[in-house]
Structures are given as C-alpha cells and as structure tokens.
DNA sequence: ATTCTAATAGCACGAACGTTCGTTTATATG
DNA sequence: CATATAAACGAACGTTCGTGCTATTAGAAT
C-alpha cells in the first residue's frame, strides 16, 4: 500500500500539483471510509507526506472536505456527464447516463463505489456546509437525468404522458440500488441487472419513434 | 437535549433495563450521525451516565455496535414487518410491506431515516462482523419481500412472466430512492411520490384477479 | 550564485477516542 | 443485620484527532 505522492504531469505551480494529489487520494479514501471518517493523519501516511505539510493546503478540515467534493465531482463529470453528451440528445442520452452511471461504479472510478450516493447518506442528518454542496451536485445530476427526458418527450422519444423529472428519479433510484446491491452482497451481476430493469423500463415509456438503444455492454 | 437514562418499565434485572436504555439511545444517535460514528463517550453524555459504566456492559465497541444493529432490527421488525403480516398474503402483503417502510421513515421510527440503509452504505467496504451482519439482515429483508412477492404469483396476483426477486429488488430501490430524495433535500412530497410510483408498477405487473389495494394514507 | 517566496516538516497543544483498573454504591440473599 | 453480587463511577492509560506556530527546505527570479 502506500504510493508516494504521485508525481501529477508537471506543468503548473508546485503547490497545485500536490494539492491535487492529496484530493485524489482522499477521494479514493473517503469513498472507502467514508467523507466524514476521513482523518488528516490517516491521509498524510498514504501519501507519505507530514501531517502539518497536508493541512496547509486546506486550513481546516471542513476546506478538505469540501475540496475533495469538488474533486468527485470534476472525477463523476468527466466519466459519467462529459461521454454521455457524446450520445444523440433524447432518449439515448437519458440511456448513456444511466449506463455510464453503472460503468462508473462497476470499473470502480471510486475505489469504494460511488462517492456521491455514499456521501449522500452520511451526510444527509449532517447540518453544515459540505452537506449542502453534496446536495446541490445531487441536484443538479437529477436535474440533468430529468432535461434529457424532457428532451426525450421534446423528440418524440417519450410517451407524453410520463413525468420526465419522475421518469428520472425512477431511473436513478434503480441505479443506486443496484450500486447498494452489488457492494453489500459483493454481488457482481447486480449492476448488470439494473441495467436490464432500466432499459426494459425506458422501454416501456417510450414511442415507437424512439431510436433503439443497445445495450452498452 | 439528553434525558438521563429512560427509566424502562421495570420486571427484568436492573442490568437488563439499562442496557436497552442505552441500546435505544444508540440506535437514535447512529441512525443520526452514523453508526462508525457512534462514540461511547457521545453516547455516555446523551444518557448522562459514565462511559466506563456504559461501556462495562459492552466489552468493546464492535460488540456495542453489533448489540445496536440487533436493537435496530427489533425496532423495524415491530414497526414493519410484523404490522405487514397482518396483511392478507400476496400481492396485498407486498404493498403493506412497501407502505410500512415508507411510513416508518416518515414517522421517523429512526431519527435519522432509516438505519438499515444508512448503516448499508456505510459499512459496505469495512470489513468485519458488523458489516456481515447488516449485510445479513438486508439479505432478510429483501427475502421477506420476494417472499410476498412469490405468494403474490402463487395466489394468481402477479403475472407469471414476471420474476419475483426482480419486482422485490425494484420497488425497494424506488423506496430507497424515496427516503434518499426526502432526507438529502428535505423534500417532505417524495416519499409519497414513491408511493405512487411503487403503487403504479405493482398495478403494472398485477393481473386482473389482484384484489385492490389501497393506499393507506 | 544569491535572494525571495512558497511549500513542507517538526513539534506541541488540548480534546476526544477506546479501554483498563480499583473503588464505591445499589440490590438481592442469607 | 450481615454479606455477596451486580452495576456504575472516576481517574488514568496510550493513541489519535484537528489545529496552531516556527523552522527548514526547494524552486523561481534576479
């Protein structure tokens, strides 16, 4: 265990380069133990780096916290939002979310799964700053489930008479579920057959118009 | 805050009482502020008794989370699973079972939503013997429903193309999805939208012969 | 090569952590 | 009433927590 920080391409300021070793390393540890288990020294000896060194750069812990939130979510966009606005806008973008969405937590870009819907659990009795930014990222990633099946209606895709923002909910909330099936009972197929109950469910509110949607994997 | 140790109804060795005062208490303050959170000291001040006195009737910490998880199982099995059983079986038990979750996180039968789940997220990459054990009884749980949800088959409620497991793992992740929606953005409408939502796909999987259910509230 | 500044380390702090120990206070038994 | 047992306490252990303060280093600019 243990890697020494790790040397991120060069290029800009010392100071930033760590910083931005540190934050991925607490991702990675925080959706292991979780944001508020997350400790300075724990952190500091991954990163074989002093205690005083690391805190530096945030100032309090609430800084760090918040810091590694915004870096799940520069991490979450980057292999979940950015590649699905690559699919045709409609309902294959809604289908692209959920299936990258479930890659993401299968490949393990969160070493303990999906950061934000751990986040969301521990956090959610938690008064305080962090909480509330989770909340808003979270809010904002069903408000972007909820416009692709607006967008979906908009195209024809999606019968008319569905709720778009309770189409996008339904969808998410099988996703999580899949996530929380597969990490409690070290099950393997579960996001595999989320996968199966979403689409057959995108399949049962769409229009004939709408275009086929293959299964990702 | 903090009322010292409720004095529960006597007729047990005095030991007894106050180890589930204690219990009860745990339960609250996990569900809260997490069950990996949960400090014996934190503890201690809410009953405003000694933490060496507390933790005597414990051993260890594991040991008292261990005990609190079985306090929280007891709980739900009072509020949700045994009310449920006095619905008729079939289609008819799996929506008391479905209604009964979603009240009891509307009731705030936990303070802090529901332990299981929150426990769930939480503990799914700490390995250990808490862990096995929420693991074993969200295993229960989900048996429980696709228990209902086979009886519902059997008794000619439910279309016989549909897979039991499948529908009980559905309309809990919907119920899930509810509880998360409701307790991460105070959003006090979502658990009766998953209500609906819940009520709707069961009708879709139901046949005709299905007695009605109502939504009991 | 020297200077300046930003980044990191070292050390110390008070508080809280889980845990142990010896003692005191209740309760139940003779 | 005396005594045995169970329950709770208070103090202290060693460790780790988050957070300061001061010194030392390393990279960039001159």
């Known amino acids: ?13 010392r ?3 760590t910083r931005e070793s540190i934050l991925r390393a607490a991702v990675d540890l925080a959706s292991m133990e979780g944001l508020a288990g997350l400790t300075i020294g724990r952190l500091a000896d991954e990163l074989e780096m002093s205690k005083s060194g690391l805190f ?5 812990k ?5 810091a590694t939130v915004e870096m799940a979510r520069t991490i979450f966009v980057e292999h979940v939002i950015n590649p699905a606005l690559a699919a045709p806008k409609g309902m294959p973008r809604l289908w692209a ?4 969405w479930l890659e993401h ?3 393990r870009i969160f070493s303990g799964g999906c950061f934000f819907t751990a986040a969301s659990f521990e ?3 938690r008064p305080g700053a962090v909480r509330d930014r989770i909340a808003q990222v979270m809010r904002k990633w069903l408000d972007i489930l909820t416009r692709a099946a607006q967008s979906a209606q908009e195209a024809g895709h999606l019968k008319a008479a569905i709720d778009p923002a309770g189409l996008a909910f339904e969808v998410y909330s099988l996703a999580m579920g899949g996530y929380w099936a597969k990490e409690l ?7 595999a057959q989320v996968r199966s109950a979403i689409l057959e469910r995108i399949r049962a509110v769409a229009t004939k118009s709408c275009p086929r949607m293959p299964p990702r994997r």
């Open 1 to 13: 265990m243990s890697a020494a920080v790790k040397p991120v391409p060069p290029g800009r300021p």
């Open 15 to 17: 100071g930033a380069r």
């Open 56 to 60: 530096a750069h945030f100032g309090s």
């Open 62 to 66: 609430e800084e760090l916290q918040l």
């Open 97 to 100: 979310l959920c299936n990258l």
């Open 105 to 107: 937590v299968e490949e």
């Open 123 to 125: 956090f959610d009795s």
């Open 185 to 191: 009972f070290h099950d393997s197929k579960a996001t």
